[in-house]
């Protein structure tokens, strides 16, 4: 996209924006940094910031080295990151991408191992010149549809959180579903809700820059703000977001205490709510603050295959809205995207047929990890 269109703004945050090709200087630079630490192909390299120009830049940057992304919460108290150095031991992952917000609690994993450090923002300060000879160094990393893309950790809802390997071919495969079947457009401005502890946030990222879409950052512990979060959609006029049914149940009763809500929504295009089943009354209620031409769409995942499914929600409610077993009327998640395969089997892995008959979903195609 730097070549494509260099001069487009990729990244907004408050008053700062950066455009393509200046994402793509920055990316070049904190590679080399990377590559510098003696990282070889297919390590994971993990991530310790906060919302911030730093984290798409240090995400793309850990691929454009051939390394293996993982995010670490620097929410998360110091035990919890201890423990997920712990599990990632087998990955030797010993490099960690922070910034000045986070360098206390690196300090904390430095105690529990040997640890490289290195503070994006410091270096992006002081951006050098990227020579011939060290774009010719990039251009020798190979990596192929196989090679490890991102891991993440599973909810844990069945158990131990498990740790998930996905590939550059499923990361791909991914992008092409969003792009073909029309759920992100590069004249979107993508507003970035996902925490880092939310494999969307990654999905956000992929969807921005591939597509050639503007990623829109909010500030550190934004999120919690929704007075903020408010007047930032209505001055970055977003057309693309992505809620949880929890949060987007706060933000709307925000709304209706407020009276915020009104034209909050003007510019959006698309919505997608995800991650929790969806009751058609919350449904209702976003759809009386969207625009007439404001595509509604509740889509299914995991973190083994990230979004999988999608279903365009009516405004009406007429079609497509089924009955549970506490009489709670929930929207589908949808069929299966494209390039994938979904059956939903009983205990002894016979197909389902009934509507009302419970079951576990079974999934097939690229996406996988």
């Known amino acids: 996209m730097a070549v494509k269109w260099p001069q487009k703004v990729a990244l907004v945050l408050a008053d700062q924006s950066i455009t393509y090709a200046e994402m793509a200087a920055y990316v070049q630079r904190l590679t080399l940094d990377i590559l510098s630490q003696g990282v070889k192909t297919g390590q994971v390299i993990c991530q310790l910031v906060d919302r911030s120009l730093e984290m798409p830049l240090g995400f793309f940057s850990i691929l454009t080295a051939g390394c293996v992304y993982c995010a670490l919460n620097p929410a998360d108290p110091p035990a919890r990151l201890i423990v997920r150095m712990q599990e990632l031991g087998s990955y030797r992952a010993n490099v960690i991408l922070g910034h000045n917000l986070t360098h206390d609690k690196f300090l904390t994993?430095?105690?529990?191992?040997?640890?490289?450090?290195?503070?994006?923002?410091?270096?992006?300060?002081t951006l050098s010149i990227v020579h011939d000879d060290d774009l010719a160094r990039l251009s020798s990393i190979r990596l192929t549809r196989s090679s490890s893309c991102y891991v993440t950790f599973t909810s844990g809802s069945t158990g131990k959180p498990k740790i998930v390997e996905h590939t550059h071919s499923s990361a791909l495969h991914y992008i092409n579903y969003m792009i073909v079947d029309g759920l992100v457009r590069p004249t979107d401005n993508i507003f970035q809700l996902a925490s880092c502890s939310w494999v969307p946030h990654i999905l956000e990222m992929l969807d921005f820059c591939v597509s050639g879409a503007t990623l829109i950052i909010l500030k550190p512990d934004g999120i919690l703000n929704l007075t903020y979060l408010t007047n930032l959609i209505r001055?970055?006029?977003?057309?693309?977001?992505?809620?949880?049914?929890?949060?987007?149940?706060?933000?709307?009763s925000y709304f209706h205490l407020t009276k915020a809500g009104e034209q909050c929504f003007a510019t959006v295009q698309r919505i997608l709510t995800a991650g929790e089943p969806l009751p058609w009354t919350l449904a209702k209620q976003l759809h009386a603050l969207l625009p007439v031409q404001a595509i509604h769409y509740n889509v299914h995942g995991t973190s083994e295959c990230a979004i999988t499914s999608h279903y365009r929600v009516p405004r009406d409610g007429s079609v497509g809205i089924e009955n549970t077993n506490d009489n709670q009327i929930i929207v589908p998640s949808g069929r299966p995207g494209f390039g994938f395969t979904g059956y939903i089997v009983d205990e002894t892995f016979q197909l389902i047929t009934d509507s009302g008959q419970m079951g576990e979903i079974l999934y097939g195609g690229e996406q996988h990890f």
């Open 109 to 125: 994993l430095e105690s529990f191992a040997t640890l490289s450090f290195i503070p994006i923002d410091n270096q992006l300060s």
């Open 235 to 252: 001055e970055q006029q977003p057309t693309w977001m992505m809620f949880s049914p929890t949060f987007l149940r706060a933000f709307i």
